[in-house]
């Protein structure tokens, strides 16, 4: 019997009498409310989580995107963004395409992105290589992401983030910038990925929520 | 409470891999025991891991929920698990992706090796997972002629000072920053002669000595956390972004995980990924998380390969009450509250596992007499019951696993061990109220041989438990001998 036949048939014959019981979810689901009953603001508690996580985070209208982006970028050059970043986003920013290898993206200090959904709670982006995302790649390799986030992609829980994904798209979920606690559990910011990560966050036209 | 099987167990094949220590735990305990330096950092390590976990823990009003779910998602998910596996299996082959099948440890390093030998190169770089040091896939490959480079920043200090991990989440977490320095101006070409003991700049070293061969492996090798079985989509969990260089750089990725890290569906994820970081690294979500499936054109590997080990994950599995242990995460949260681990640190347990999960978990794995002593290194208190996320009932299983093993022994007509013995004594005098009795008398008797209310040593088979600790002397009085002096007053 080959090892595949064979492990199955174990499994087969170690689960005689073993029953399925359903699952309980009574786990929180939907939308977070605090204790007085009302939706926290999502966006301020966002805010808050990538702060503690010690990202950098700005707010701003959809008019002010470009400036704020500028402001971050200014230090950084040259400058990648994803393929579907607009141009105006960052008129200063090459777009990626496939014929750049890692070491060529080494040579960037700095890549724009956008971002599919947040989670308020945990303080995580969720990145799903859509055009304006771009391939797993270019949010890595650059020393600097800067990620611009709207508010009506930012959600409570883990459960509604997850909904919003697709489970067979390449996924990188993103909290903070790279860390390592693993020197006397001394936290260092940045070993192998962006050692800083700044956030955009632009408010939509119904405010925050 | 065990299962009789048709086909004869697999377990953990002797010679390879890393669930098999040189000596049983109480020897080697004794020896970590006197070591006051490593105890001191491990103490400091978990009491402040301890801590942050609480924290975060605090923070969620459903946690019992959460771990309620993730339990039964897990018993659900191993009653089923062989459809599960092939649920995977076609969704994977569907995006592009190999899967293979590997009995045990000898047959995962074969198939891992032939794949690394057949792109033609003979270095690759590696994700932290614990299924490949249970395999000993550095060791196989070496001998194969492939190097097989850390990239985990306490892997690489462990790999780099010749050493074996000490902890699930943190495996160098027996070292401190001016042993780390010496290891890494030892053994790491390049390295500035002015390096510091600051663990920024230990990083940073780290950092530039991996970024080339991050921008040029052609092959990584990694673990998993979790498989979805209807996507066919496989996660890692990590910090550093040491995974995420390893999981899209390259151009073949190659993933061995064990069977028991499926789970059926993308909406289980909701409580898994809750559940780990919280429990794991006391964070409210670990830095990053990638998610793949098979292989996506122009994003990540073109060639991806998944392997899938039992290594005595069947033959646990046919145990009804000890395939609980299937259901672990490797959080890592049950080493961090045990007292015994806290005192012993994980080298003592001689496994790959160590901590309380280590302890019914390797003797599963490799065959409960090749790791007797396990079941027998805890207190029992509980804690990491309370800890764990998953709510696996380690305390019951440690207690079924020395059952167990004096079973097997009986079977043998072997002389029991003296753990064994002594609990096999216990048993006997406890089931008649006479032999009960006497053994109260022997006991009093005994009192005046005990120094300042301790026994130094008791007679074999007793005398297994005094080498390692003091037994108290009996009272002057038992409680049965109280009951009956004051049950008429
Ligand atoms: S047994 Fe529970 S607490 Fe221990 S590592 Fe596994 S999941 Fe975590």
């Given at each position: 019997?080959?090892?595949?036949?064979?492990?199955?048939?174990?499994?087969?014959?170690?689960n005689?009498?073993?029953?399925?019981?359903?699952?309980?979810?009574?786990y929180r689901?939907?939308?977070?409310?605090t204790t007085?009953?009302?939706?926290?603001?999502?966006?301020?508690?966002?805010?808050?989580?990538?702060?503690?996580?010690r990202?950098t985070?700005v707010?701003?209208?959809?008019d002010?995107?470009?400036?704020?982006?500028?402001?971050?970028?200014?230090?950084?050059?040259?400058?990648?963004?994803?393929?579907?970043?607009?141009?105006?986003?960052?008129?200063?920013?090459?777009?990626?395409?496939e014929?750049?290898?890692?070491?060529?993206?080494?040579?960037?200090?700095?890549?724009?992105?956008?971002?599919?959904v947040?989670?308020?709670?945990?303080g995580?982006?969720?990145?799903d290589?859509?055009?304006?995302?771009?391939?797993?790649?270019?949010?890595?390799?650059?020393?600097?992401?800067?990620?611009?986030?709207?508010?009506?992609?930012?959600?409570?829980?883990?459960?509604e983030?997850?909904?919003?994904?697709e489970g067979?798209?390449?996924?990188?979920?993103?909290s903070?910038?790279?860390?390592?606690?693993?020197?006397?559990?001394d936290?260092?910011?940045?070993?192998?990925?962006?050692r800083?990560?700044?956030?955009?966050?632009?408010?939509?036209?119904?405010?925050?929520? | 409470?065990?299962?009789?099987l048709?086909?004869?167990?697999?377990?953990?094949?002797?010679?390879?891999?890393?669930?098999?220590?040189?000596?049983?735990?109480?020897?080697?305990?004794?020896?970590?025991l006197?070591?006051?330096q490593?105890?001191?950092?491990?103490?400091?390590?978990?009491?402040?891991?301890?801590?942050?976990?609480?924290?975060?823990?605090?923070e969620?009003?459903?946690?019992?929920?959460?771990?309620?779910?993730?339990?039964q998602?897990?018993?659900?998910?191993?009653?089923?698990?062989?459809?599960?596996?092939?649920?995977?299996?076609?969704?994977?082959?569907?995006?592009?992706?190999v899967?293979?099948?590997?009995?045990?440890?000898?047959?995962?390093?074969?198939?891992?090796?032939?794949?690394?030998?057949?792109?033609?190169?003979?270095?690759?770089?590696?994700?932290?997972?614990?299924?490949?040091q249970?395999?000993?896939?550095?060791?196989?490959?070496?001998?194969?002629?492939?190097?097989?480079?850390e990239?985990?920043?306490?892997?690489?200090?462990?790999?780099?000072?010749?050493?074996?991990?000490?902890?699930?989440?943190?495996?160098?977490?027996?070292?401190?920053?001016?042993?780390?320095?010496?290891?890494?101006?030892?053994?790491?070409?390049?390295?500035p002669?002015?390096?510091?003991?600051?663990?920024?700049?230990?990083?940073?070293?780290?950092?530039?000595?991996?970024?080339?061969?991050?921008?040029?492996?052609?092959?990584?090798?990694?673990?998993?956390?979790?498989?979805?079985?209807?996507?066919?989509?496989?996660?890692?969990?990590?910090?550093?972004g040491?995974?995420?260089?390893?999981?899209?750089?390259?151009?073949?990725?190659?993933?061995v995980?064990?069977?028991?890290?499926?789970?059926?569906?993308?909406?289980?994820?909701?409580?898994?990924?809750?559940?780990?970081?919280?429990?794991s690294?006391?964070?409210?979500?670990?830095?990053y998380?990638?998610?793949?499936?098979?292989?996506?054109?122009?994003?990540?590997?073109?060639?991806f390969?998944?392997?899938?080990?039992?290594?005595?994950?069947?033959?646990?599995?046919?145990?009804?009450?000890?395939?609980?242990?299937l259901?672990?995460?490797?959080?890592?949260?049950?080493?961090?509250?045990?007292?015994?681990y806290?005192?012993?640190?994980?080298?003592?347990?001689?496994?790959?596992?160590?901590?309380?999960?280590?302890?019914?978990?390797?003797?599963?794995l490799?065959?409960?007499?090749?790791?007797?002593?396990?079941?027998?290194?805890?207190?029992?208190?509980?804690?990491c019951?309370?800890?764990?996320?998953?709510?696996?009932?380690?305390?019951?299983?440690l207690?079924h696993?020395?059952?167990?093993?004096?079973?097997?022994?009986?079977?043998?007509?072997?002389l029991?061990?003296?753990?064994?013995?002594?609990?096999?004594?216990?048993?006997?005098?406890?089931?008649s109220p006479?032999?009960?009795?006497?053994?109260?008398?022997?006991?009093?008797?005994?009192?005046?041989?005990?120094?300042?209310?301790?026994?130094?040593?008791?007679?074999?088979?007793?005398s297994?438990?005094?080498?390692?600790?003091?037994?108290?002397?009996?009272?002057?009085?038992?409680?049965?001998?109280?009951?009956?002096?004051?049950?008429?007053?």
């Amino acid at each position: 019997m080959g090892a595949r036949e064979d492990i199955l048939q174990r499994i087969k014959e170690a689960n005689t009498g073993i029953e399925v019981r359903a699952v309980q979810r009574d786990y929180r689901r939907g939308p977070l409310t605090t204790t007085a009953g009302e939706l926290p603001d999502l966006v301020t508690l966002l805010e808050e989580r990538l702060v503690d996580y010690r990202a950098t985070v700005v707010r701003c209208r959809p008019d002010g995107l470009a400036s704020a982006v500028e402001r971050l970028v200014a230090a950084a050059s040259p400058v990648l963004r994803a393929p579907g970043v607009p141009h105006e986003w960052c008129p200063a920013a090459e777009p990626d395409h496939e014929g750049l290898a890692a070491q060529d993206l080494d040579a960037y200090a700095a890549v724009l992105t956008a971002a599919t959904v947040a989670c308020a709670e945990t303080g995580t982006i969720a990145l799903d290589a859509s055009p304006d995302q771009g391939r797993r790649a270019i949010t890595l390799i650059p020393d600097l992401h800067v990620c611009i986030v709207r508010a009506d992609q930012v959600v409570a829980s883990v459960p509604e983030m997850l909904s919003r994904l697709e489970g067979d798209r390449p996924i990188t979920f993103i909290s903070g910038p790279s860390a390592t606690s693993d020197i006397e559990l001394d936290r260092v910011e940045g070993v192998h990925g962006p050692r800083t990560l700044c956030v955009v966050l632009v408010e939509t036209d119904e405010g925050d929520r | 409470m065990s299962t009789f099987l048709g086909m004869p167990a697999i377990h953990a094949p002797r010679g390879v891999g890393g669930l098999r220590g040189d000596e049983s735990f109480p020897k080697a305990a004794k020896a970590a025991l006197g070591d006051t330096q490593l105890r001191a950092n491990i103490g400091r390590a978990t009491r402040t891991i301890r801590e942050k976990r609480a924290a975060v823990v605090e923070e969620v009003p459903d946690w019992e929920e959460l771990r309620l779910a993730g339990q039964q998602v897990k018993a659900a998910t191993m009653a089923r698990l062989d459809d599960h596996l092939r649920t995977l299996e076609e969704a994977v082959t569907r995006r592009g992706g190999v899967v293979h099948w590997a009995r045990d440890a000898n047959e995962a390093n074969a198939i891992i090796a032939d794949l690394i030998l057949a792109t033609g190169e003979t270095e690759v770089v590696k994700v932290k997972s614990m299924v490949t040091q249970e395999i000993g896939l550095n060791e196989a490959l070496e001998a194969q002629g492939i190097t097989a480079t850390e990239t985990d920043l306490a892997e690489l200090i462990v790999q780099l000072g010749h050493d074996k991990p000490s902890h699930i989440l943190v495996p160098a977490i027996h070292r401190n920053r001016a042993e780390v320095r010496e290891i890494f101006l030892r053994e790491m070409p390049g390295v500035p002669p002015d390096l510091t003991d600051d663990p920024r700049q230990l990083a940073m070293a780290a950092r530039a000595h991996l970024r080339q061969k991050f921008l040029t492996a052609k092959v990584a090798v990694s673990g998993a956390n979790f498989a979805v079985a209807d996507s066919g989509t496989l996660l890692v969990v990590e910090s550093e972004g040491n995974g995420r260089m390893c999981l899209t750089l390259p151009e073949t990725l190659i993933t061995v995980m064990g069977i028991e890290k499926v789970v059926p569906t993308w909406q289980d994820l909701e409580v898994f990924l809750q559940l780990l970081p919280r429990s794991s690294t006391g964070e409210r979500m670990n830095p990053y998380t990638s998610a793949w499936t098979g292989v996506t054109p122009g994003d990540g590997p073109q060639a991806f390969h998944l392997v899938l080990l039992d290594n005595g994950r069947t033959a646990t599995l046919g145990d009804h009450v000890g395939r609980e242990v299937l259901h672990c995460i490797k959080c890592s949260a049950c080493m961090n509250v045990c007292p015994v681990y806290e005192r012993t640190g994980g080298h003592a347990y001689g496994s790959v596992y160590p901590g309380p999960i280590g302890a019914v978990l390797t003797p599963q794995l490799t065959g409960i007499e090749d790791n007797s002593s396990l079941p027998f290194a805890s207190s029992l208190c509980g804690a990491c019951f309370d800890a764990c996320p998953v709510r696996i009932d380690i305390p019951s299983l440690l207690v079924h696993l020395r059952e167990r093993h004096t079973e097997e022994q009986a079977k043998e007509h072997r002389l029991p061990t003296p753990e064994a013995a002594a609990l096999s004594l216990v048993g006997w005098v406890m089931q008649s109220p006479r032999r009960f009795r006497m053994a109260e008398t022997a006991l009093r008797m005994a009192r005046p041989f005990a120094r300042s209310g301790r026994f130094r040593s008791l007679p074999f088979p007793l005398s297994a438990w005094t080498t390692s600790r003091d037994a108290p002397a009996p009272p002057p009085e038992t409680f049965r001998e109280w009951w009956e002096r004051t049950r008429d007053q």
